[in-house]
């Protein structure tokens, strides 16, 4: 993985934080909309976790594929991510 | 909290083994579009999670609402909501 | 409609020149990374247009519902309105 | 650009018409949530366009760069509109 590692590693425990908290917000039947809230805000999280992934992805496995065809295997597989983003 | 608790229990719980599984390929140095791949799976599953409990706050909450002041503060709120939802 | 008429024309007609200009890139086989940001600005002038017009659609249509009937239905309109958002 | 030209064309052209008839639900305050679904509707025509531009600008520019210095300029520019997408 071409991110930076402690960055990405504290994103996501940060991630599980708040899931745990909206686990404990359901099992106490808090409001609907403060969950939802915290709902959105841990997937804005994993949003920016993945654009983090993308943007080293594309600057180093991308940008340094030696090969055609491994520049073509790459063009590949970030068409089918790119087709799950825009679905 | 007007969804079924149990389901959305079992999504969070989900959820969060998934999020588990990445930490866990960070940590391995996994390939990038794979660790993408699964962090998108997990948004996916929130935004299933959070589609549950605004249809069940709205069948719930918003429809109940005794009082037109109680209306307008749930209108309100889902006026806040959707602006999150679409920015 | 609930929402400011003349500011919901005046955007619309805005995305519209914008899409006419679009087609002109296309037809004079312009660069496709300057036609995709193109295509995503007028994406998200459609986003406002809809952000207007469900907000003033709960402000009025949903709010002053007089009957649990009429309720009722406004509110199974917008989970399919959610549903489709959120997909 | 990469894409089919003609494909692209007719694409746009619906979303053109689509929002020709928005306008005039607007102007005949036809019901919001009608509109509103118009308005997703072309949205998601959009979407679909941005896709097409996007996967054969990767198969072609990106792919048959043949510096390294023109591969990073793609790189850039993709980051860049990913931003964009992942907002």
Same sequence: chains 1, 2, 3, 4.
Avoid: F
């Avoid at 991110?3 to 994103?11: F, G, I, S």
């Avoid at 065809?69 to 089918?80: P, Q, S, T």
């Amino acid at each position: 993985m071409m991110a930076d590692k402690n960055k990405t590693l504290r994103l996501l425990k940060t991630a599980r934080g708040q899931l745990d908290g909206i686990l404990k917000m359901v099992e106490e039947d808090r409001y609907c909309i403060d969950i939802s809230q915290q709902v959105m805000a841990t997937e804005a999280l994993l949003n920016r976790v993945n654009r983090e992934i993308l943007t080293a992805h594309l600057r180093g496995c991308v940008q340094q594929a030696a090969t055609a065809e491994d520049r073509g295997e790459k063009v590949e597989e970030l068409i089918a991510t790119l087709d799950k983003i825009l679905k």
